[in-house]
Nanobody
């Protein structure tokens, strides 16, 4: 039973930092691609960061590049998203996702999704 459980979302002031965690179970964590996506009200879902299953290559869109960092701990079956210099535009529900063929940080590659954790950035 694949499960992904996000945590760490909070209300934070602009310029602040948060670290999101995603605890994974039910699959061989090291063999699957995993990523973070977010969706804000009235906006489309977007990829925030992903780790390719093939070589560990990371992806960041321009909107978060230089501010967000993805990492994972295979021993703990946990992936993290360190978010620095947060902006109000970062406000969204953040989801972690995983899949056995996930390599390019596109949503269709990810078969399993967590419930999401709310990040709210006040100005």
């Amino acid at each position: 039973e694949v499960q992904l459980v996000e945590s760490g979302g909070a209300l934070v002031q602009a310029g602040g930092s948060l670290r999101l965690s995603c605890a994974a179970s039910g699959f061989t964590f090291a063999d699957w691609g995993i990523g973070w996506f977010r969706q804000a009200p009235g906006k489309e879902r977007e990829a925030v960061s992903c780790i390719s299953r093939t070589d560990g290559t990371t992806f960041y869109p321009d909107s978060v590049k230089g501010r967000f960092t993805i990492s994972k701990d295979n021993a703990k079956n946990t992936v993290y998203l360190q978010m620095n210099d947060l902006k109000p535009s970062d406000t969204a529900v953040y989801y972690c996702a995983a899949g056995p063929l996930s390599t390019w940080c596109v949503a269709y590659e990810y078969n399993y999704w967590g419930q999401g954790t709310q990040v709210t950035v006040s100005s």
